[in-house]
């Protein structure tokens, strides 16, 4: 298993917002949704990818997408605007789920945890032991308080000195762990 | 300088089109686009994009999207949808153009070609040289005529086994360069 964690700062708790931008930068959680659990013509059954939204009017609320249960999607924004619209109303879809929760209290239910910052240690000599959850910020980063906290769980690992965006990331740890199971 | 070629066979070729994804998969154009041009808070101005666009229409269209020029682009699909339906009904905007062309022709202006395949030399191995040319077919691949064409002139290059969508590709490739200019 795999799990991604993103830390949606701004990410919109119900279902009235006109587009995923104007929805706290919904977008980014679908890009990060498409990079976790696409590959081509295919689901990634062995992701978990979690988005814990800030944003007003519920805050905080963990979006949970398990690739073991999901169905009926396609890959594009318009879709995830409709699936994302209906699960913030309170409605389902398969595979995906809604509960009240805190990064804090979900990063206390995990173990192997790691912090995607470029100042980490490398991702090609840490140790990702087996089942390994990885949290990312948003456009604007962890906040300072929560990172704190996630750092008596986890550890700082990276992929480079260059800052990409939190889609790209998910992307690229999932192809690094691709080529070691390979 | 790197470039990414999309062979998008059945993207709409005016902007007559309800959305992204029902314009002949345009939403993998977009898709492509982010991966190919964005890092956090930062556009790659050493990468150009192209897409040739297959579908009615008026085909082969060229897109081109120039990082060093492209100004005024935020990274969520709905901002791509207006900015490749002000293009595609002959409006400007800055950093992108289009021009009718095929990819036969675009290919024998290139040097240092490379087709992305499953099946080719891996490009831990491989010489890019500099200023390297991807070439990617989209969710359906490369017509077999136009793949033969293109590798009179260019190489296959292999990211591994598994075959990931277009945009996810193009995120690992600019990843794997940026490790080497690192």
Redesign the interface.
Known sequence: MREFILYSRTGRTDSRFP???EGGRL??V??SV??SL?????IRRNVTFHALLGGPPNPPLELIVEGEKLRDV??????WEDILRRVLSGREHPGITLRKNSLQHLVKEKTNIFVLEESGESINTIDLGSDPVFVLGD?VGLPKKDEDFVLRYGKKVS???????A??CI??I??IL??RE?
């Open positions: 587009n995923l931008r977008d980014v679908y890009q498409l990079m696409f590959r081509s013509h295919a396609r890959t594009d924004e318009k879709t456009q992929i480079g000195e260059k800052a990409y965006l889609s790209a992307c690229i999932n192809y691709d080529r390979g």
